[in-house]
């Protein structure tokens, strides 16, 4: 799909496609709320499961899907795999959404 908008500018065009990704992933209600939860701190899946009521497979999978595209940032602790919201990516998803949404 071209966008007249973007047709002659490829960093438009990228940003359109990073802004799809972005909007793609966010788009399912359980990530929305492991986002809510995360803007609180850190935490592991099994913090996570319990607050969202979901499996922790589908949990794993969420989490997995946010930090394909940057969302999240993990940190090891002992046998605990601890996820944060990586700000510095949702700063720039946030600029990119605000240029192509003027």
Do not use: W
């Amino acid at each position: 799909m071209e966008f007249k908008c973007c047709a002659k500018n490829s960093k438009k065009e990228h940003d359109v496609k990073k802004t799809y990704d972005f909007l793609r992933v966010i788009s399912d209600a359980n990530r929305l709320k492991i986002l809510c939860l995360l803007q609180k701190g850190a935490r592991c899946v099994c913090e996570i499961v319990p607050m969202v009521e979901i499996s922790d497979k589908l949990a794993s999978h969420h989490l997995k899907k946010m930090k394909s595209i940057g969302l999240l940032a993990e940190k090891r602790e002992g046998n605990f795999i601890r996820y944060s919201l990586n700000r510095k990516v949702i700063k720039e998803y946030k600029k990119i959404f605000n240029q192509i949404i003027k």
